[in-house]
Protein backbone atom coordinates (compact mmCIF):
# COMPACT_ATOMS: atom_id res chain seq x y z
CA UNK A 1 0.00 0.00 0.00
CA UNK A 2 2.64 2.88 1.03
CA UNK A 3 5.13 1.11 -1.43
CA UNK A 4 6.86 4.43 -1.03
CA UNK A 5 7.81 4.94 1.95
CA UNK A 6 8.55 1.09 2.50
CA UNK A 7 10.40 0.88 -0.60
CA UNK A 8 11.42 3.38 -2.57
CA UNK A 9 13.25 2.00 -5.31
CA UNK A 10 10.30 -0.53 -6.62
CA UNK A 11 8.11 2.49 -6.44
CA UNK A 12 9.22 4.31 -8.42
CA UNK A 13 10.25 2.07 -10.93
CA UNK A 14 6.80 0.99 -11.14
CA UNK A 15 5.95 4.56 -11.64
CA UNK A 16 8.07 4.72 -14.47
CA UNK A 17 6.99 1.89 -16.31
CA UNK A 18 3.25 2.96 -15.28
CA UNK A 19 4.08 6.17 -17.43
CA UNK A 20 5.77 4.08 -19.97
CA UNK A 21 2.27 2.34 -20.47
CA UNK A 22 0.39 5.91 -20.61
CA UNK A 23 3.50 6.69 -23.36
CA UNK A 24 2.40 3.70 -25.26
CA UNK A 25 -1.06 4.03 -25.23
CA UNK A 26 -1.10 7.71 -26.16
CA UNK A 27 0.76 7.10 -29.02
CA UNK A 28 -0.62 4.42 -30.34
CA UNK A 29 -4.40 6.18 -29.91
CA UNK A 30 -3.09 9.31 -31.68
CA UNK A 31 -0.25 8.63 -33.95
CA UNK A 32 -1.74 7.72 -37.13
CA UNK A 33 -4.17 10.65 -37.04
CA UNK A 34 -0.98 12.88 -36.48
CA UNK A 35 0.52 11.48 -39.38
CA UNK A 36 -2.20 12.07 -41.10
CA UNK A 37 -2.11 15.63 -40.10
CA UNK A 38 1.17 16.26 -41.04
CA UNK A 39 1.10 14.42 -44.58
CA UNK A 40 -1.69 16.99 -45.46
CA UNK A 41 0.76 19.79 -45.11
CA UNK A 42 3.52 17.81 -46.94
CA UNK A 43 3.94 19.14 -50.59
CA UNK A 44 3.71 15.92 -53.38
CA UNK A 45 7.32 15.72 -53.93
CA UNK A 46 8.07 16.02 -49.80
CA UNK A 47 6.35 12.43 -49.18
CA UNK A 48 9.51 10.03 -50.00
CA UNK A 49 11.46 11.84 -47.51
CA UNK A 50 12.75 9.23 -44.24
CA UNK A 51 10.47 10.12 -41.46
CA UNK A 52 12.90 12.81 -39.79
CA UNK A 53 13.77 15.00 -43.05
CA UNK A 54 9.36 14.37 -43.53
CA UNK A 55 8.46 16.23 -40.34
CA UNK A 56 10.92 18.90 -40.87
CA UNK A 57 9.67 19.64 -44.42
CA UNK A 58 8.27 22.76 -45.13
CA UNK A 59 4.61 23.09 -44.87
CA UNK A 60 1.85 23.40 -46.96
CA UNK A 61 -1.74 24.51 -47.61
CA UNK A 62 -1.70 23.23 -51.65
CA UNK A 63 -3.32 19.81 -50.56
CA UNK A 64 -6.05 22.09 -49.00
CA UNK A 65 -6.55 24.27 -51.39
CA UNK A 66 -6.72 21.93 -53.86
CA UNK A 67 -9.50 19.38 -51.77
CA UNK A 68 -12.06 22.24 -51.53
CA UNK A 69 -11.35 23.40 -55.10
CA UNK A 70 -12.58 19.57 -56.02
CA UNK A 71 -16.06 19.76 -57.22
CA UNK A 72 -16.87 16.70 -56.09
CA UNK A 73 -15.55 16.79 -52.81
CA UNK A 74 -17.47 20.40 -52.05
CA UNK A 75 -20.54 18.48 -53.63
CA UNK A 76 -19.56 15.54 -50.88
CA UNK A 77 -19.61 17.60 -47.77
CA UNK A 78 -23.08 19.46 -49.10
CA UNK A 79 -24.90 15.75 -49.61
CA UNK A 80 -23.36 14.51 -46.41
CA UNK A 81 -24.60 17.31 -44.44
CA UNK A 82 -28.22 17.02 -45.65
CA UNK A 83 -28.19 13.28 -45.77
CA UNK A 84 -27.12 13.07 -41.72
CA UNK A 85 -29.14 15.82 -40.68
CA UNK A 86 -32.58 14.93 -42.56
CA UNK A 87 -32.27 11.12 -41.29
CA UNK A 88 -31.26 12.13 -37.80
CA UNK A 89 -34.05 14.63 -37.08
CA UNK A 90 -36.66 12.22 -38.65
CA UNK A 91 -35.37 9.32 -36.32
CA UNK A 92 -35.05 12.26 -33.11
CA UNK A 93 -38.45 12.86 -34.01
CA UNK A 94 -40.14 9.33 -34.58
CA UNK A 95 -37.55 8.13 -31.68
CA UNK A 96 -38.69 10.38 -29.00
CA UNK A 97 -42.77 9.36 -29.54
CA UNK A 98 -41.48 5.58 -29.76
CA UNK A 99 -39.66 5.70 -26.29
CA UNK A 100 -41.99 7.82 -25.14
CA UNK A 101 -44.53 5.34 -25.22
CA UNK A 102 -42.11 2.06 -24.39
CA UNK A 103 -40.47 3.85 -21.54
CA UNK A 104 -43.95 5.33 -19.94
CA UNK A 105 -46.72 3.33 -21.41
CA UNK A 106 -47.55 -0.09 -19.91
CA UNK A 107 -49.21 -1.98 -22.96
CA UNK A 108 -49.33 -5.89 -24.70
CA UNK A 109 -46.46 -6.62 -27.01
CA UNK A 110 -44.00 -3.98 -25.67
CA UNK A 111 -41.06 -6.77 -24.90
CA UNK A 112 -41.32 -8.07 -28.07
CA UNK A 113 -40.92 -4.43 -29.74
CA UNK A 114 -37.95 -3.64 -27.75
CA UNK A 115 -36.75 -6.82 -29.20
CA UNK A 116 -37.40 -6.28 -32.47
CA UNK A 117 -35.93 -3.09 -32.70
CA UNK A 118 -32.80 -4.48 -30.70
CA UNK A 119 -32.82 -6.77 -33.72
CA UNK A 120 -32.67 -4.80 -36.37
CA UNK A 121 -30.06 -2.67 -34.34
CA UNK A 122 -27.94 -5.52 -35.03
CA UNK A 123 -29.32 -6.69 -38.28
CA UNK A 124 -26.52 -7.01 -41.55
CA UNK A 125 -26.87 -3.99 -44.12
CA UNK A 126 -26.24 -6.41 -46.85
CA UNK A 127 -29.34 -8.47 -45.83
CA UNK A 128 -31.32 -5.57 -46.65
CA UNK A 129 -28.84 -4.10 -49.58
CA UNK A 130 -30.70 -5.89 -52.40
CA UNK A 131 -34.01 -5.05 -51.48
CA UNK A 132 -33.67 -1.45 -50.58
CA UNK A 133 -32.19 -1.78 -54.40
CA UNK A 134 -34.82 -2.35 -56.22
CA UNK A 135 -36.98 -0.12 -54.28
CA UNK A 136 -34.76 2.64 -54.41
CA UNK A 137 -35.21 2.03 -58.68
CA UNK A 138 -39.06 1.28 -58.92
CA UNK A 139 -39.64 4.62 -57.08
CA UNK A 140 -37.02 6.99 -59.51
CA UNK A 141 -34.58 7.54 -56.28
CA UNK A 142 -31.51 6.03 -57.27
CA UNK A 143 -28.12 8.77 -57.36
CA UNK A 144 -31.25 10.70 -55.00
CA UNK A 145 -30.50 11.96 -51.47
CA UNK A 146 -33.72 10.87 -50.70
CA UNK A 147 -32.74 7.02 -51.31
CA UNK A 148 -30.10 7.82 -48.44
CA UNK A 149 -31.99 9.44 -46.12
CA UNK A 150 -34.36 6.67 -46.03
CA UNK A 151 -32.29 3.80 -46.58
CA UNK A 152 -30.17 5.47 -43.38
CA UNK A 153 -32.98 4.83 -41.03
CA UNK A 154 -32.52 1.42 -40.74
CA UNK A 155 -29.47 2.13 -37.87
CA UNK A 156 -30.50 5.66 -36.72
CA UNK A 157 -33.82 4.72 -35.66
CA UNK A 158 -33.05 1.48 -33.93
CA UNK A 159 -30.38 3.46 -31.96
CA UNK A 160 -31.96 6.35 -31.34
CA UNK A 161 -35.32 4.82 -29.72
CA UNK A 162 -32.89 2.52 -27.64
CA UNK A 163 -31.19 5.01 -26.22
CA UNK A 164 -34.16 7.45 -25.92
CA UNK A 165 -35.73 5.01 -24.30
CA UNK A 166 -33.34 4.31 -21.38
CA UNK A 167 -33.37 8.10 -20.80
CA UNK A 168 -36.96 8.32 -20.23
CA UNK A 169 -37.32 5.66 -17.91
CA UNK A 170 -35.18 7.48 -15.87
CA UNK A 171 -37.24 10.94 -15.92
CA UNK A 172 -39.36 11.84 -12.43
CA UNK A 173 -42.91 10.32 -13.25
CA UNK A 174 -44.42 13.20 -11.15
CA UNK A 175 -43.32 15.78 -14.60
CA UNK A 176 -45.91 14.24 -16.63
CA UNK A 177 -48.72 13.05 -14.01
CA UNK A 178 -49.01 16.79 -13.26
CA UNK A 179 -49.33 17.11 -17.25
CA UNK A 180 -51.97 14.35 -17.79
CA UNK A 181 -54.08 15.96 -14.05
CA UNK A 182 -54.25 19.28 -16.41
CA UNK A 183 -55.77 17.41 -18.86
CA UNK A 184 -52.60 17.81 -21.31
CA UNK A 185 -52.83 14.98 -24.17
CA UNK A 186 -49.75 12.50 -24.40
CA UNK A 187 -48.51 14.67 -27.54
CA UNK A 188 -48.50 18.08 -25.50
CA UNK A 189 -47.13 15.83 -22.79
CA UNK A 190 -44.21 15.24 -24.81
CA UNK A 191 -43.59 18.30 -26.36
CA UNK A 192 -44.17 20.79 -23.32
CA UNK A 193 -43.12 18.74 -20.58
CA UNK A 194 -40.74 16.18 -22.14
CA UNK A 195 -38.81 17.60 -24.39
CA UNK A 196 -37.40 20.41 -21.85
CA UNK A 197 -36.05 17.53 -19.83
CA UNK A 198 -35.53 15.37 -22.52
CA UNK A 199 -33.25 18.13 -24.49
CA UNK A 200 -29.18 16.40 -23.34
CA UNK A 201 -30.35 13.06 -24.31
CA UNK A 202 -31.61 14.46 -27.67
CA UNK A 203 -28.60 16.08 -28.26
CA UNK A 204 -26.80 13.19 -27.07
CA UNK A 205 -28.29 10.93 -29.04
CA UNK A 206 -28.50 13.20 -31.75
CA UNK A 207 -24.87 13.84 -32.33
CA UNK A 208 -24.14 10.13 -32.23
CA UNK A 209 -26.81 8.93 -35.11
CA UNK A 210 -25.12 11.75 -36.36
CA UNK A 211 -21.80 10.64 -36.79
CA UNK A 212 -23.17 6.85 -38.12
CA UNK A 213 -25.23 8.66 -40.36
CA UNK A 214 -21.70 11.06 -41.61
CA UNK A 215 -19.51 7.65 -41.79
CA UNK A 216 -22.53 5.37 -43.41
CA UNK A 217 -20.75 4.16 -47.30
CA UNK A 218 -22.22 0.63 -48.16
CA UNK A 219 -25.71 2.72 -48.72
CA UNK A 220 -23.92 5.78 -49.96
CA UNK A 221 -21.72 3.64 -52.43
CA UNK A 222 -24.87 1.06 -53.78
CA UNK A 223 -27.76 3.70 -54.00
CA UNK A 224 -25.51 6.96 -55.37
CA UNK A 225 -23.64 7.41 -58.79
CA UNK A 226 -22.72 11.20 -58.74
CA UNK A 227 -24.17 12.53 -55.86
CA UNK A 228 -21.96 10.83 -53.64
CA UNK A 229 -21.09 11.76 -50.23
CA UNK A 230 -17.95 12.16 -48.46
CA UNK A 231 -17.14 8.95 -47.42
CA UNK A 232 -17.37 7.41 -51.22
CA UNK A 233 -15.70 10.66 -52.35
CA UNK A 234 -12.58 9.68 -50.32
CA UNK A 235 -12.48 6.49 -50.96
CA UNK A 236 -12.70 7.13 -54.50
CA UNK A 237 -10.31 10.00 -54.87
CA UNK A 238 -8.03 9.92 -57.61
CA UNK A 239 -4.94 11.18 -58.95
CA UNK A 240 -3.99 11.15 -62.91
CA UNK A 241 -3.58 7.29 -63.03
CA UNK A 242 -5.01 4.28 -61.55
CA UNK A 243 -0.98 3.94 -59.57
CA UNK A 244 -0.45 7.79 -59.04
CA UNK A 245 -2.62 7.74 -55.41
CA UNK A 246 -3.20 11.68 -54.63
CA UNK A 247 -1.58 10.73 -50.70
CA UNK A 248 -1.92 14.80 -49.91
CA UNK A 249 -5.08 15.74 -50.83
CA UNK A 250 -6.35 12.27 -49.67
CA UNK A 251 -4.87 13.34 -45.85
CA UNK A 252 -6.26 16.82 -46.41
CA UNK A 253 -9.99 15.52 -47.43
CA UNK A 254 -9.47 12.84 -44.64
CA UNK A 255 -8.48 15.52 -41.94
CA UNK A 256 -11.58 18.04 -43.41
CA UNK A 257 -14.38 15.30 -42.87
CA UNK A 258 -12.71 13.99 -39.12
CA UNK A 259 -11.73 17.17 -37.88
CA UNK A 260 -15.50 18.62 -37.22
CA UNK A 261 -16.45 15.02 -35.92
CA UNK A 262 -13.40 15.16 -33.34
CA UNK A 263 -14.28 18.63 -32.09
CA UNK A 264 -17.97 17.90 -31.76
CA UNK A 265 -17.00 14.80 -29.65
CA UNK A 266 -14.92 16.81 -27.37
CA UNK A 267 -17.15 19.20 -26.47
CA UNK A 268 -19.60 16.76 -25.83
CA UNK A 269 -17.21 14.15 -24.49
CA UNK A 270 -19.38 13.45 -21.03
CA UNK A 271 -22.68 13.21 -22.95
CA UNK A 272 -21.24 10.87 -25.38
CA UNK A 273 -19.66 8.42 -23.37
CA UNK A 274 -22.79 8.12 -21.50
CA UNK A 275 -24.69 7.61 -24.18
CA UNK A 276 -22.66 4.71 -25.74
CA UNK A 277 -22.96 2.75 -22.61
CA UNK A 278 -26.80 3.55 -22.77
CA UNK A 279 -26.80 2.61 -26.36
CA UNK A 280 -24.39 -0.82 -25.55
CA UNK A 281 -24.68 -1.44 -21.86
CA UNK A 282 -27.11 -0.93 -20.90
CA UNK A 283 -29.00 -1.89 -23.49
CA UNK B 1 -59.70 9.91 -0.87
CA UNK B 2 -62.35 9.20 0.92
CA UNK B 3 -63.81 12.95 0.75
CA UNK B 4 -63.61 13.03 -3.01
CA UNK B 5 -66.39 10.61 -2.53
CA UNK B 6 -65.61 9.20 -5.65
CA UNK B 7 -68.11 5.45 -5.68
CA UNK B 8 -65.47 2.69 -5.58
CA UNK B 9 -67.16 0.36 -7.48
CA UNK B 10 -66.59 2.56 -10.50
CA UNK B 11 -62.94 3.02 -9.97
CA UNK B 12 -62.08 -0.13 -11.40
CA UNK B 13 -63.68 -0.06 -14.70
CA UNK B 14 -62.35 3.75 -14.98
CA UNK B 15 -59.13 2.89 -14.17
CA UNK B 16 -59.10 0.14 -16.71
CA UNK B 17 -60.53 2.87 -19.33
CA UNK B 18 -57.55 4.98 -18.73
CA UNK B 19 -55.53 2.07 -19.57
CA UNK B 20 -57.02 0.95 -22.76
CA UNK B 21 -57.03 4.73 -24.21
CA UNK B 22 -52.98 5.17 -22.67
CA UNK B 23 -52.21 1.56 -24.22
CA UNK B 24 -54.51 3.01 -27.83
CA UNK B 25 -52.12 6.15 -27.00
CA UNK B 26 -48.83 4.02 -26.64
CA UNK B 27 -49.79 2.11 -30.63
CA UNK B 28 -50.34 5.66 -32.03
CA UNK B 29 -46.39 7.10 -30.95
CA UNK B 30 -44.89 3.61 -31.93
CA UNK B 31 -46.46 3.82 -35.19
CA UNK B 32 -44.34 6.16 -37.19
CA UNK B 33 -41.41 4.00 -35.57
CA UNK B 34 -43.15 0.55 -36.98
CA UNK B 35 -43.49 2.06 -40.27
CA UNK B 36 -40.65 3.49 -40.74
CA UNK B 37 -38.45 0.30 -39.59
CA UNK B 38 -41.16 -1.82 -42.27
CA UNK B 39 -40.24 0.20 -45.01
CA UNK B 40 -36.35 0.06 -44.60
CA UNK B 41 -35.69 -3.64 -42.89
CA UNK B 42 -38.64 -5.64 -42.92
CA UNK B 43 -40.41 -5.11 -46.71
CA UNK B 44 -36.75 -4.90 -48.10
CA UNK B 45 -35.25 -8.04 -46.39
CA UNK B 46 -38.98 -9.79 -47.42
CA UNK B 47 -37.35 -9.07 -51.22
CA UNK B 48 -34.09 -10.25 -50.59
CA UNK B 49 -34.86 -13.26 -49.43
CA UNK B 50 -37.50 -13.81 -52.07
CA UNK B 51 -35.38 -13.09 -54.41
CA UNK B 52 -32.66 -15.77 -53.44
CA UNK B 53 -34.97 -17.72 -54.45
CA UNK B 54 -35.16 -16.66 -57.96
CA UNK B 55 -32.75 -16.11 -60.82
CA UNK B 56 -32.93 -12.63 -61.76
CA UNK B 57 -31.01 -9.61 -62.69
CA UNK B 58 -30.86 -6.64 -61.33
CA UNK B 59 -31.49 -4.27 -64.27
CA UNK B 60 -34.68 -5.95 -64.57
CA UNK B 61 -35.81 -7.55 -61.63
CA UNK B 62 -39.14 -8.46 -62.87
CA UNK B 63 -37.62 -11.40 -65.42
CA UNK B 64 -37.03 -13.39 -63.07
CA UNK B 65 -37.23 -17.66 -63.07
CA UNK B 66 -37.83 -19.57 -60.23
CA UNK B 67 -35.04 -21.67 -59.01
CA UNK B 68 -35.60 -22.69 -55.67
CA UNK B 69 -32.40 -23.46 -53.94
CA UNK B 70 -30.55 -23.25 -57.09
CA UNK B 71 -28.23 -19.86 -55.93
CA UNK B 72 -27.12 -22.09 -53.19
CA UNK B 73 -26.82 -25.04 -54.91
CA UNK B 74 -26.75 -26.10 -58.02
CA UNK B 75 -24.75 -28.41 -60.42
CA UNK B 76 -24.86 -28.50 -64.39
CA UNK B 77 -22.80 -31.08 -66.73
CA UNK B 78 -20.65 -31.14 -63.53
CA UNK B 79 -20.01 -27.41 -63.46
CA UNK B 80 -21.43 -26.17 -59.84
CA UNK B 81 -23.03 -23.18 -59.96
CA UNK B 82 -24.24 -22.15 -56.66
CA UNK B 83 -22.19 -19.71 -54.32
CA UNK B 84 -22.03 -22.81 -51.75
CA UNK B 85 -19.62 -24.43 -54.47
CA UNK B 86 -17.67 -21.34 -54.66
CA UNK B 87 -14.02 -21.50 -53.17
CA UNK B 88 -13.63 -17.62 -53.03
CA UNK B 89 -17.03 -18.10 -50.60
CA UNK B 90 -15.58 -20.14 -48.65
CA UNK B 91 -12.32 -18.28 -49.01
CA UNK B 92 -14.50 -14.91 -47.79
CA UNK B 93 -16.09 -16.78 -44.87
CA UNK B 94 -12.76 -17.86 -43.40
CA UNK B 95 -11.16 -14.81 -43.93
CA UNK B 96 -14.33 -13.28 -42.09
CA UNK B 97 -14.45 -15.30 -39.11
CA UNK B 98 -10.86 -14.77 -38.67
CA UNK B 99 -10.78 -11.42 -38.94
CA UNK B 100 -13.41 -11.28 -36.31
CA UNK B 101 -12.26 -13.74 -33.86
CA UNK B 102 -8.61 -12.31 -33.97
CA UNK B 103 -9.99 -8.51 -34.00
CA UNK B 104 -12.70 -8.86 -31.36
CA UNK B 105 -9.72 -10.71 -29.18
CA UNK B 106 -7.22 -8.07 -29.24
CA UNK B 107 -9.68 -5.43 -29.05
CA UNK B 108 -11.30 -6.93 -25.88
CA UNK B 109 -7.54 -7.19 -24.09
CA UNK B 110 -6.15 -4.08 -25.06
CA UNK B 111 -9.58 -2.31 -24.28
CA UNK B 112 -9.63 -3.57 -20.97
CA UNK B 113 -5.83 -3.03 -20.76
CA UNK B 114 -6.06 0.82 -21.40
CA UNK B 115 -9.33 0.91 -19.65
CA UNK B 116 -7.35 -0.30 -16.00
CA UNK B 117 -5.01 2.56 -16.98
CA UNK B 118 -7.37 5.11 -17.27
CA UNK B 119 -9.41 4.01 -14.07
CA UNK B 120 -6.13 4.52 -12.13
CA UNK B 121 -5.61 8.02 -10.78
CA UNK B 122 -2.21 9.58 -12.52
CA UNK B 123 -1.44 12.79 -13.60
CA UNK B 124 -2.98 13.21 -17.33
CA UNK B 125 -5.84 10.92 -16.69
CA UNK B 126 -8.20 13.65 -18.62
CA UNK B 127 -6.24 14.04 -21.52
CA UNK B 128 -5.86 9.98 -22.11
CA UNK B 129 -9.69 9.54 -21.50
CA UNK B 130 -9.82 12.50 -24.17
CA UNK B 131 -7.52 11.00 -26.55
CA UNK B 132 -9.50 7.15 -26.22
CA UNK B 133 -12.53 9.11 -28.45
CA UNK B 134 -10.27 10.06 -31.51
CA UNK B 135 -10.03 6.89 -32.94
CA UNK B 136 -13.66 6.29 -32.53
CA UNK B 137 -14.62 9.26 -33.99
CA UNK B 138 -12.87 8.94 -37.02
CA UNK B 139 -14.81 7.57 -40.10
CA UNK B 140 -14.03 3.98 -41.28
CA UNK B 141 -13.25 4.91 -44.86
CA UNK B 142 -10.69 7.86 -43.05
CA UNK B 143 -8.99 5.00 -40.94
CA UNK B 144 -9.04 2.67 -43.95
CA UNK B 145 -6.49 4.97 -45.95
CA UNK B 146 -5.17 6.68 -43.74
CA UNK B 147 -3.95 3.02 -42.86
CA UNK B 148 -3.95 2.40 -46.71
CA UNK B 149 -1.30 4.93 -47.08
CA UNK B 150 0.84 3.98 -43.83
CA UNK B 151 1.00 0.67 -45.60
CA UNK B 152 2.17 2.10 -48.43
CA UNK B 153 5.36 0.02 -50.06
CA UNK B 154 6.80 3.34 -51.61
CA UNK B 155 5.18 6.61 -49.41
CA UNK B 156 4.56 4.54 -46.10
CA UNK B 157 5.77 4.27 -42.45
CA UNK B 158 5.00 0.66 -42.19
CA UNK B 159 4.86 -0.24 -45.64
CA UNK B 160 8.53 1.17 -46.69
CA UNK B 161 9.84 2.19 -43.33
CA UNK B 162 9.60 -0.94 -41.17
CA UNK B 163 9.07 -3.68 -43.73
CA UNK B 164 11.58 -2.31 -46.41
CA UNK B 165 9.06 -1.53 -49.38
CA UNK B 166 6.89 -5.01 -48.79
CA UNK B 167 3.19 -4.39 -50.55
CA UNK B 168 1.19 -5.63 -47.66
CA UNK B 169 -1.91 -5.46 -49.39
CA UNK B 170 -1.47 -6.84 -52.70
CA UNK B 171 -1.42 -10.66 -51.19
CA UNK B 172 -5.01 -11.31 -49.45
CA UNK B 173 -3.07 -14.00 -46.82
CA UNK B 174 -0.89 -10.84 -45.17
CA UNK B 175 -3.62 -8.27 -46.05
CA UNK B 176 -6.04 -10.03 -43.73
CA UNK B 177 -3.43 -9.61 -40.61
CA UNK B 178 -3.06 -5.40 -41.83
CA UNK B 179 -6.79 -4.97 -42.14
CA UNK B 180 -6.62 -6.20 -38.43
CA UNK B 181 -4.64 -4.18 -37.34
CA UNK B 182 -6.95 -1.44 -38.48
CA UNK B 183 -10.00 -2.31 -36.83
CA UNK B 184 -8.42 -3.05 -33.58
CA UNK B 185 -6.89 0.21 -33.79
CA UNK B 186 -10.49 2.20 -35.06
CA UNK B 187 -12.50 0.09 -32.23
CA UNK B 188 -10.04 -0.70 -29.25
CA UNK B 189 -11.02 2.69 -27.57
CA UNK B 190 -14.58 1.91 -28.26
CA UNK B 191 -14.37 -1.10 -25.66
CA UNK B 192 -12.34 1.01 -23.79
CA UNK B 193 -15.12 3.33 -22.86
CA UNK B 194 -17.41 0.65 -22.16
CA UNK B 195 -15.32 -1.93 -20.40
CA UNK B 196 -14.07 1.77 -18.45
CA UNK B 197 -17.82 2.64 -17.97
CA UNK B 198 -18.67 -0.77 -16.72
CA UNK B 199 -15.18 -0.21 -14.53
CA UNK B 200 -16.78 3.27 -12.93
CA UNK B 201 -19.80 1.65 -11.92
CA UNK B 202 -17.72 -1.16 -9.50
CA UNK B 203 -18.17 -0.49 -5.82
CA UNK B 204 -15.05 0.47 -4.41
CA UNK B 205 -15.31 -1.29 -0.71
CA UNK B 206 -15.23 -4.28 -2.26
CA UNK B 207 -11.49 -3.89 -3.39
CA UNK B 208 -10.81 -1.98 0.09
CA UNK B 209 -12.07 -5.28 1.91
CA UNK B 210 -9.38 -7.14 -0.63
CA UNK B 211 -6.82 -5.14 0.16
CA UNK B 212 -7.61 -5.66 3.72
CA UNK B 213 -7.25 -9.80 3.20
CA UNK B 214 -4.03 -9.06 1.84
CA UNK B 215 -4.80 -9.71 -1.64
CA UNK B 216 -2.76 -8.53 -4.60
CA UNK B 217 -3.94 -6.78 -7.27
CA UNK B 218 -3.62 -9.80 -9.89
CA UNK B 219 -6.15 -11.96 -7.52
CA UNK B 220 -7.84 -8.71 -7.20
CA UNK B 221 -8.26 -8.57 -11.18
CA UNK B 222 -8.99 -12.23 -12.04
CA UNK B 223 -11.87 -12.74 -8.77
CA UNK B 224 -13.10 -9.13 -8.60
CA UNK B 225 -12.84 -7.28 -11.09
CA UNK B 226 -13.60 -9.53 -14.22
CA UNK B 227 -16.58 -11.80 -12.47
CA UNK B 228 -18.45 -8.38 -11.95
CA UNK B 229 -17.55 -6.94 -15.19
CA UNK B 230 -18.99 -9.85 -16.88
CA UNK B 231 -22.34 -9.17 -17.87
CA UNK B 232 -20.91 -5.21 -19.37
CA UNK B 233 -17.99 -7.11 -21.17
CA UNK B 234 -20.41 -9.76 -22.74
CA UNK B 235 -22.68 -7.27 -23.89
CA UNK B 236 -19.92 -5.38 -25.47
CA UNK B 237 -18.31 -8.73 -26.62
CA UNK B 238 -21.57 -9.41 -29.00
CA UNK B 239 -22.38 -5.97 -30.29
CA UNK B 240 -17.88 -5.75 -31.56
CA UNK B 241 -18.55 -9.64 -33.04
CA UNK B 242 -21.95 -8.86 -34.78
CA UNK B 243 -20.02 -5.51 -35.97
CA UNK B 244 -16.85 -7.44 -37.06
CA UNK B 245 -18.75 -9.92 -38.76
CA UNK B 246 -20.70 -7.73 -41.61
CA UNK B 247 -17.39 -5.89 -41.76
CA UNK B 248 -16.91 -4.24 -45.28
CA UNK B 249 -15.47 -0.29 -45.51
CA UNK B 250 -12.35 -1.77 -44.57
CA UNK B 251 -11.78 -4.43 -46.82
CA UNK B 252 -13.57 -2.71 -50.02
CA UNK B 253 -10.97 0.51 -49.41
CA UNK B 254 -7.83 -0.61 -48.76
CA UNK B 255 -8.12 -3.71 -51.01
CA UNK B 256 -10.49 -2.69 -54.15
CA UNK B 257 -13.65 -4.97 -55.02
CA UNK B 258 -12.22 -7.71 -56.03
CA UNK B 259 -9.84 -8.64 -53.26
CA UNK B 260 -12.74 -7.51 -50.95
CA UNK B 261 -14.82 -10.72 -52.07
CA UNK B 262 -12.33 -12.81 -50.82
CA UNK B 263 -11.70 -11.55 -47.71
CA UNK B 264 -15.22 -10.21 -46.36
CA UNK B 265 -18.76 -12.12 -46.68
CA UNK B 266 -20.43 -8.75 -47.54
CA UNK B 267 -18.16 -7.50 -50.06
CA UNK B 268 -18.38 -11.47 -51.58
CA UNK B 269 -22.01 -10.83 -51.92
CA UNK B 270 -21.72 -6.53 -52.74
CA UNK B 271 -19.95 -8.27 -55.54
CA UNK B 272 -22.24 -10.88 -56.87
CA UNK B 273 -25.35 -8.33 -56.44
CA UNK B 274 -24.25 -5.04 -57.33
CA UNK B 275 -20.70 -5.31 -59.37
CA UNK B 276 -22.26 -8.69 -61.40
CA UNK B 277 -25.61 -7.59 -61.28
CA UNK B 278 -26.82 -10.94 -60.20
CA UNK B 279 -29.71 -9.64 -58.05
CA UNK B 280 -30.92 -13.81 -57.10
CA UNK B 281 -27.14 -15.10 -56.06
CA UNK B 282 -26.46 -11.90 -54.42
CA UNK B 283 -29.25 -11.92 -52.21
CA UNK B 284 -28.56 -15.77 -51.81
CA UNK B 285 -25.27 -14.55 -50.25
CA UNK B 286 -27.57 -12.58 -48.30
CA UNK B 287 -29.71 -14.46 -46.91
CA UNK B 288 -26.94 -16.75 -45.85
CA UNK B 289 -24.92 -13.75 -44.12
CA UNK B 290 -28.38 -13.18 -42.33
CA UNK B 291 -28.34 -16.77 -41.47
CA UNK B 292 -25.30 -17.00 -40.02
CA UNK B 293 -25.44 -13.90 -37.69
CA UNK B 294 -28.65 -14.97 -36.43
CA UNK B 295 -27.40 -18.38 -35.37
CA UNK B 296 -24.21 -16.32 -33.86
CA UNK B 297 -26.55 -13.95 -32.02
CA UNK B 298 -28.56 -17.43 -30.51
CA UNK B 299 -24.89 -19.25 -29.26
CA UNK B 300 -23.96 -16.18 -27.87
CA UNK B 301 -27.67 -15.51 -26.33
CA UNK B 302 -28.02 -19.17 -24.69
CA UNK B 303 -24.30 -19.92 -24.05
CA UNK B 304 -23.44 -16.82 -21.82
CA UNK B 305 -27.35 -15.77 -20.87
CA UNK B 306 -26.03 -12.81 -22.44
CA UNK B 307 -28.97 -10.51 -20.69
CA UNK B 308 -30.15 -6.95 -22.46
CA UNK B 309 -32.24 -5.40 -19.35
Not at chain 1, 7 to 20: G, M
Not at chain 1, 238 to 248: I, L, N, R
Not at chain 2, 217 to 228: D, G, H, N
Not at chain 2, 233 to 243: E, G, K, N, Q
Amino acid sequence: MNLQKTNPALYYIQRVLFYLLVLVIAVYLLFPFLWAVLTSFRRAGDLFLPPLQFITAPSTLSNYTQVFANASFQRGLIFSLIVAVASVLISLLFGSFAAYALGRFRFRGKAMILYIILAVSVFPQIAVLGGLFTLVQATGLFNNPVALIFSYLIFTIPFTVWVLTSFVRDIPGELEEAALVDGASPLQTLFRVLFPVMMPALVTTGLLAFINAWNEYLFALTFTSSNRTVPVVIANYSGASQYDQPWGPIMAASIVVTVPLIILVLVFQRNIVSGLTAGAVKG
Amino acid sequence: MTTNATPTSAAPTRRRGIEAARARQAIWLLLPTLIALAVVAGYPLYRTIFYSLYDANLTSPDQRTFLGLGNFWFTTDGVGTGFLQDPKWWTAVKNTLLFTVVSVFLETVFGMIIALVVNSAFRGRAFLRTAMLVPWAIPTVVSAQMWAYMYNDSFGLVGRGILGGQALLANTDTAIWALIAVDVWKTTSFMALLILAGLQSLPGDMYEAADMDGASKWTQFWRLTLPLLRPALLVALVFRSLDALRVFDIMYVMLGPVNAAQTSMTGYARQALIDNQLLGVGSAVAVAIFLIIMVIVVIYVTAFRVRFD
